[in-house]
């Protein structure tokens, strides 16, 4: 646990963030609006656009299908992506909204900016379609000015609308071969407008893009900028005055420059600046300059914003990651665009939550799988000081025809250049998996590899100043210039103490190697007395990579996926010792654990928690696994101390024998109590695992045991503190079911379900289904993708938990489990 002054600091970053994110909202145009309140949702199909325009009268057959409100950003799947009972809907889906338009500007235009929605989307202004857009990730714009004038026009805008004009958008992501990324992806393609939609209103010449290229020389005591534009002109405005600022981290005005130009039709140099010794951009000081471009017409003036920073960077051939001269290790993780409650429709706060809680892990590098992110991520990974990987989801399936490579195409130039002038990028990712077929009769490396030439090829093209990479598809790894191949020691193959060996034999193989996917599933509230048992069926493999079938819960050898426990004690113990290898490692450019937090798939509805990959160290609603503090204390500098199991209740054993207590922490020391006695002061040893050297094997009181470390690193003293009972009788196979109201508050109650064996004795090690249901006047807080969560669930030591919302009614809560008799409780 952190001292007080971890929160005071968590809040000034986060003041920093939101202080930086508006500044960045300024940024596109002049003036924008989000358009995220009075939207109707209907999650099916409509016979046409005009269903969802026509007049309805109350009670009328038009009336139905039925609406529901809705705000924006909205998924589809919100709920049904990890729902145990159903396939998550692929399918159309439409939103619908009116709205008044005001265009500030004499002839200006009037745009719809979509920051995401998925998979394919179509767009209309009353009946008329002005827009349609394949891809789920990359942003796109549709001018609505010649359809909104010309439905203002027209006698339904007064007497049916009411002065308003319908916007109606269908989203649609039913499954598609010839679409990437395919629908054997380890992750949902979800549907609907679930990233913000602005309403932009532009003078009729406004900027497209702008590119601002930030470089320093080697020593890094002088800058350039280069500042290019395409401009946005559909009524071909002929010339402008343009005026340019560049403001340092500070805000103080560094140069100005005023032009006369001419637009022309492709993209034109604004301007080239020096910056004598520029303020560096790093992980560890994030420093962000400002450009400011305004265009000054007769027609209005238009003033874009474009956040950038100074770094040079350097993959060494055959040796480590350096960042403005000097090595860093890239300590990272990755992400997906998905959470409890809401799935991809994350908002602002809960992807600034996240990211800043990768950062207190220690986190300088992230992977974005496995396509484009909002634009706030990538404005976050600025601001906190985030090295990126960012790719298109040309994930798995192979490789399709002439419109499936023109979407790769077009969704590698959008990812560049609408993320171009983030600091925090270093690579571009071309490809996932891609040695994994499937959705094709043919299956061709040849023409694969044709195609990732094409790519590496474009990518340099648009941006010669970073890099490109793969992760595992060996047959194109001398393509790129950056690879990652697969390893998975002591999960999918292999013991994990193969980690630096396996690596060292990739690590030739290729110029510039990046270890990204890394780790191992577990299931959140399971912990085990004897982690490491499943070891004793793993035979050294020699090569620790995954192959085809490995990721499966049935068949083939033995390994830890298969046949270990998926607890946290496990995966913790799996973590601690790459950490610890990976501090003897100096070749190394760095890795990435495999993610940071739980996230929905399709393709695992066998797992603890059905559909649901569990291989984060938060849930998907944020709560810490224990893993997260195995992170902690080697990534980060300030002080902190973590006592494993803090979601373990109950401890077992036999009276009198020794049970092993970690201690997490990045202290000199530590000293432990137990039931009040100290045992002894514990130096920290990172290469002495487990924890470091932070573990005593203690004889444990039958009964309730609280335990106590305090931990030093130089003048600072940090805390933390837990109990637990301690079972010595032994149990048999489970007998009964148990189900209790555990805790109620705000209206929220929250009920366990328990096995015990014949005699009553708690069933400890089991890991039997169970399944809540509810009847009365509340909802089962369920389909949240997480281990207390879900109305079905995989049992963490003999007991599973699930929240009802109680509408402060009578509620009958019952649990399932199979060959026993079925419990109910009432609240």
Not at 21 to 43: C, D, M, P, Y
Not at 178 to 189: C, G, Q, T, V, Y
Not at 710 to 731: C, H, M, P
Not at 773 to 787: R, V
Request: glycine share 8%.
């Amino acid at each position: 646990m952190f001292p007080d002054i971890r929160s005071m600091n968590r809040i000034l970053i986060a003041c920093i963030v939101i202080i930086s994110i508006g500044l960045s909202q300024q940024a596109h145009a002049q003036v924008s609006t989000r358009l995220n309140n009075n939207w109707e949702f209907l999650k099916q199909d409509l016979g046409g656009i005009w269903e969802a325009v026509r007049p309805v009268g109350k009670g009328n057959p038009e009336s139905v299908p039925l609406w529901e409100n809705v705000t924006l950003p909205h998924c589809v799947n919100a709920t049904d992506a990890v729902d145990p009972d159903v396939n998550y809907y692929q399918g159309p889906a439409w939103y619908r909204t009116q709205l008044e338009i005001k265009n500030p500007y004499a002839n200006g235009r009037i745009l719809l900016h979509f920051e995401g929605a998925g998979q394919k989307t179509d767009v209309y202004v009353y009946t008329t379609k002005v827009g349609t857009h394949t891809g789920g990730y990359d942003e796109f714009t549709v001018d609505i000015t010649e359809a909104v004038n010309a439905f203002t026009q027209t006698d339904v805008f007064q007497k049916q609308f009411k002065g308003k004009v319908p916007i109606s958008i269908r989203t649609d992501n039913s499954r598609d071969l010839e679409m990437i990324p395919s629908d054997l992806s380890d992750f949902n393609l979800y549907g609907g407008v679930y990233r913000y939609l602005n309403l932009v209103y532009t003078p009729a010449l406004s900027i497209d893009k702008l590119f601002a290229l930030a470089e320093t020389d080697n020593a890094g005591r002088l800058g350039r900028l280069t500042i290019k534009s395409r401009f946005y002109n559909p009524q071909r405005v002929s010339n402008t005055s343009v005026a340019v600022k560049l403001f340092d981290p500070a805000g103080k005005l560094v140069h100005q420059l005023t032009k006369e130009m001419l637009t022309g039709s492709a993209d034109v140099n604004i301007a080239e600046l020096s910056v004598k010794k520029p303020m560096l951009w790093s992980t560890e000081s994030p420093k962000l300059y400002t450009v400011e471009v305004t265009l000054k017409r007769p027609e209005g003036i238009f003033t874009q914003r474009e956040k950038i920073g100074f770094r040079r960077f350097e993959f060494v051939e055959n040796g480590p990651f350096k960042l403005n001269g000097k090595r860093l290790l890239l300590r990272g993780t990755h992400r997906h665009e998905d959470h409890a409650g809401v799935a991809a429709a994350m908002t602002e706060d809960q992807m600034r939550t996240e990211m800043i809680m990768m950062k207190d892990m220690g986190v300088n590098f992230i992977r974005l799988g496995h396509y484009q992110q909002s634009r706030t991520i990538l404005e976050l990974c600025d601001s906190l000081g985030i090295v990126v990987w960012e790719e298109i989801p040309w994930c798995r399936g192979g490789l399709g025809g002439d419109v499936y490579k023109e979407q790769a195409r077009r969704m590698l130039r959008n990812m560049i250049e609408q993320h171009y002038n983030h600091a925090s990028v270093i690579i571009w990712g071309l490809g996932n998996e891609n040695d994994w077929p499937g959705d094709f009769p043919e299956f061709d490396k040849e023409k694969i590899r044709t195609f990732m030439k094409e790519l590496n090829d474009l990518s340099h093209q648009l941006d010669p100043t970073r890099k490109t990479a793969i992760r595992r598809c060996d047959f194109c790894k001398d393509i790129v210039d950056v690879y990652s191949p697969s390893i998975w020691a002591g999960w999918y193959r292999g013991i994990y103490t193969e980690y630096k060996s396996v690596s060292e034999e990739e690590f030739k193989k290729v110029k510039h190697f990046l270890h990204v996917e890394w780790g191992g599933d577990s299931h959140a509230g399971r912990h085990s007395e004897s982690p490491d048992k499943a070891l004793q069926n793993l035979k050294a493999s020699g090569a620790a990579d995954e192959r085809a079938g490995d990721a499966s819960l049935y068949g083939g050898a033995a390994r830890a996926s298969k046949d270990g426990d998926w607890s946290e004690s496990y995966i913790c113990n799996l973590i601690d010792w790459h950490l610890k290898e990976q501090e003897n490692m100096p070749w190394l450019t760095g890795t990435a654990q495999w993610p940071f937090k739980d996230f929905s798939t399709p393709v695992r509805p066998d797992n603890p928690v059905p559909y649901m990959n569990q291989k984060g160290v938060v849930e998907r609603d944020f709560t810490r696994k224990e893993a997260y503090y195995v992170f902690q204390s080697y990534w980060t500098a300030k002080p902190m101390v973590h006592i494993y199991g803090h979601s373990w209740p109950i401890r077992w054993g036999n009276d009198g024998e020794e049970k092993m207590i970690k201690v997490y922490s990045n202290c000199e020391e530590a000293e432990l109590f137990v039931n009040g006695k100290s045992y002894g002061v514990k130096k920290r040893n990172s290469q002495d695992f487990p924890a470091a050297g932070l573990r005593w094997n203690v004889k444990l009181e039958k009964g309730l045991n609280s335990i106590n470390v305090i931990a030093r690193k130089g003048k600072d003293f940090v805390r933390d503190n837990l109990s637990f009972q301690y079972q010595t009788e032994s149990w048999g196979k489970p007998a009964k079911l148990t189900l209790q109201k555990v805790k109620e508050e705000n209206g929220i109650a929250t009920v366990e379900a328990r096995l015990l064996d014949e005699k009553g004795i708690p069933c400890l090690d089991v890991a039997n289904w169970v399944r809540f249901g509810l009847a009365g006047d509340g909802k089962l807080i369920d389909n949240q993708g997480t281990s207390s969560g879900s109305r079905l669930v995989q049992m963490y030591n003999g007991r599973a938990t699930i929240r009802i919302q109680t509408n402060n009614g009578t509620n009958i809560v019952s649990a399932q489990s199979t060959g026993l008799k079925t419990v109910t409780t009432t609240l």
